[in-house]
Structure formats: C-alpha cells, structure tokens
C-alpha cells in the first residue's frame, strides 16, 4: 500500500505540474494569437487557465505534504474546473463553427478591408486575382510580395478565401485538442487526489492505534 502510495503520489504532482505547463503555454497562444479564441471568451479562458495552474501548484504541496484538507481542496476544484472547461470549450468551438475563414473575407471583400487580410495571409482576391479582373479593378499591392508589382510573378496566386479556412480550421483543431487534453488531465488529476485522500486518512487511522 505504501508503495501505491508513493507512486500515486509523485505521479499527482508531476500530472500537476504537466498541468500548470500546458495551462501556462495556452495562456501564451491566447496571448500571441488574440483571434485563437472568440472575443467573448479571451477573458474566461484567461481565467479558466490561470486557475488550474493555482490549483495545480496547489495539488504538488498537497502531495508533498500529505495534507487531506489540500487534497480535497484541490480534488474539488480540480472537478469542477473540468466541468467548466468542457463547457467552455463547447461553446468555443460552437462559436468557431457558425463562423469560418471564408466567411471572414467575405466581410472584409464586402467592406474594402480585403488589403490587410492579403497582406497578413499572402493571398489575393476571394478566390484569386481573377476576382479584380473580372470586375474591371485594378490588383492592389497588397496582391504581391513585397507589394512589389514590377514583376508579375510577385503576385499571390492562392485566393484568401482557402487559405485563411486553412488556417482557421489548423488553429480550431489546435484549440480543441489542447483544451480537451487539458480537461482530461484535470479529470485524472482529480482520481488521484481522490485515491490520496483515502490513502492519508487510512495511514492517520493506523498512527492512531
């Protein structure tokens, strides 16, 4: 029993510190990547992550120093931070799903804010330059690398349309596996703080006799 013990322990707080680790880095991706998630939501999940790396830290002293009060503290919270980051994420990825790339150049074509998209995502057009030739425009710069249109051969031959779903789906799926790995280390990390509790107060219960 000893020996489960001791290896359900340090397995709580290297899970824990895994935890803290991949909360930290989804911090980082929200904050370099302010579209990662909806505008709604940079808030919640700030909070959300910061929580679960509190709670993480939490969880390591708890199983260092065989504390029952922390480690059901911890084991609480940690469940209940699972149940909201599943829904969270639910809602995230319903979100991204009733928008999409394509339907975001479609504003910004609609609204002539289609030159900073080309040049961030080094495409042309909807579909391709065609798009400006076949309504008499004239190709912006933003078409060309460089903004260079000296050369023919400088211009974006992708439309924006396709590559910024590209992205869009790349980063939707990168948010999705990240959120629902971190919700199922929460969800073990919950077990074993259970598994711990017992295992403090059957070892309090044999100190006492």
Known sequence: MGCATTTVKISSILLNT???????AAIVLIAVNPGSVPDDWDIPAYIIFGLVIVFAVIGCVA????????????????????ILQIAVTINILNDR????????????????KIDA?????????????????????????????????ADANNIYTEGC??????YYDSETTSI??????????????????VFLVIN????QRRMQF
């Open 63 to 82: 199983a260092l120093r065989e504390s029952i009060c922390l480690t059901v503290t911890c084991a609480v919270f940690l469940l209940l931070l699972a």
């Open 161 to 166: 349309s396709a590559k910024l779903q590209r």
């Open 200 to 203: 403090f107060r059957n070892k």
């Open 97 to 112: 799903h009733t928008q999409s790339g394509i339907a975001i150049v479609e504003d910004a074509w609609d609204h002539d």
């Open 176 to 193: 999705a596996v990240s959120s629902w790995i971190i919700a199922a280390i929460e969800i073990i990390g919950f077990l074993l703080a």
């Open 18 to 24: 895994l935890l803290a680790l991949f909360s930290i």
């Open 117 to 149: 998209l080309q040049r961030e995502y080094e495409c042309c057009g909807k579909d391709s330059s065609q798009d400006y030739i076949l309504l008499n425009r004239q190709i912006p710069l933003s078409c060309y690398e460089g903004q260079n249109d």
